[in-house]
Structures are given as C-alpha cells and as structure tokens.
Nanobody, 119 residues
C-alpha cells in the first residue's frame, strides 16, 4: 500500500505558475498527475516512469513539466502559463504497470490539491 499526499495548489491569475508536490510513502516506478474539474471527466495530465521517461496530455504539453526525486519518493508538477481551463482538483497517482494516462490502471491515489486560475 502506498500513501500519496499532494500539496502546492492555490489560486493564481492566468499566465502564472504553480508547482505541485506529491509525497509518497514508498517507491513506485510509474507515477502520474491527473485532474478533474467539476462536471468533467478525469483527465490524465502527465506521466513519468522510473527512467524519467515522460508523457503529457496535449492540453498541457509545453506548459507543464513532471519530475520526480526517487531519493525522497516525491513527484512534482511544474505548471507554467496557466489558463482558466486548468482550474481543477489535481491528483497524484501511482501503481500502474503501464506507461499510461488512463486512470483505470492506477491503484493508489492522493486526496487532491485544488488549483484555481482566474482570468
């Protein structure tokens, strides 16, 4: 069992930046960030594997960057050039055996951190 705790969310104006962090209780090779806005489906945002291979949703490519610190069992999401449509609850996930942005493959989820972007 892996516990995940997100932090770093907040309110920013469009064009601003935020850095999300996820503290894991143990090491897992594949980790990802997801988000879900009210009334919307959950969306996979960014994935990173044990070798730092990454994958991004087209909606955030070029603006968001995922990274990890294996020594600290930590996952990060640097979000730049934020847009109002990035407003959502952001979740850290782990436990997938695949390189995937499909949440159905993930066994462990954090409680989420809210990101609100105003225009």
């Amino acid at each position: 069992q892996v516990q995940l705790v997100e932090s770093g969310g907040g309110s920013v104006q469009a064009g601003g930046s935020l850095r999300l962090s996820c503290a894991a209780s143990g090491y897992t090779p594949n980790m990802a960030w997801f988000r879900q806005a009210p009334g919307q489906k959950r969306e996979g945002v960014a994935f990173i594997d044990k070798n730092d291979w990454t994958m991004y949703a087209s909606s955030v490519k070029g603006r968001f960057s995922v990274s990890r610190d294996n020594a600290k069992n930590a996952l990060y999401l640097q979000m730049n050039s934020l847009k109002p449509e990035d407003t959502a609850m952001y979740y850290c996930a782990a436990g997938s055996r695949l390189r995937s942005l499909d949440g159905r493959w993930y066994n462990y989820w954090g409680q989420g951190t809210q990101v609100t972007v105003s225009s």
